[in-house]
């Protein structure tokens, strides 16, 4: 059973930071899939925040503007999103996703929700 254990939202106040975790499990096959992070806010599509591929290579939504940062650790297969300058508009509700396109496999975590507020 694959899952994808999300950890590090909270409420922050704007100009805070936050690190978000994922740590996929029954997965075998990580060094083969794209890994990175969506959003969802109330009355909007989901967006891509960051991905981070197999190469290290990294795309980033135009909204983060150097804010934030996406890495992964090939030893522990995990992937994390390191959070600076928030603001209220980031406020959402924060998805893994692990791709494995080769196998046309797509996994989602349980969601993290981000409140940014004063």
């Known amino acids: 059973q694959v899952q994808l254990v999300e950890s590090g939202g909270g409420l922050v106040q704007p100009g805070g930071s936050l690190r978000l975790s994922c740590v996929p499990s029954g997965i075998n096959i990580i060094k083969l899939a794209t890994m990175g992070w969506y959003r969802q806010a109330p009355g909007k599509q989901r967006e891509l925040v960051a991905t981070i591929a197999t190469d290290d290579s990294t795309i980033y939504g135009d909204f983060v503007k150097g804010r934030f940062t996406i890495s992964r650790d090939s030893a522990k297969n995990t992937v994390h999103l390191q959070m600076d300058s928030l603001k209220p508009d980031d406020t959402a509700v924060y998805y893994c996703?692990?791709?494995?396109?080769?196998?046309?496999?797509?996994?989602w975590g349980e969601g993290t929700l981000v409140t940014v507020s004063s």
């Open positions: 996703n692990v791709k494995i396109a080769i196998f046309s496999k797509n996994y």
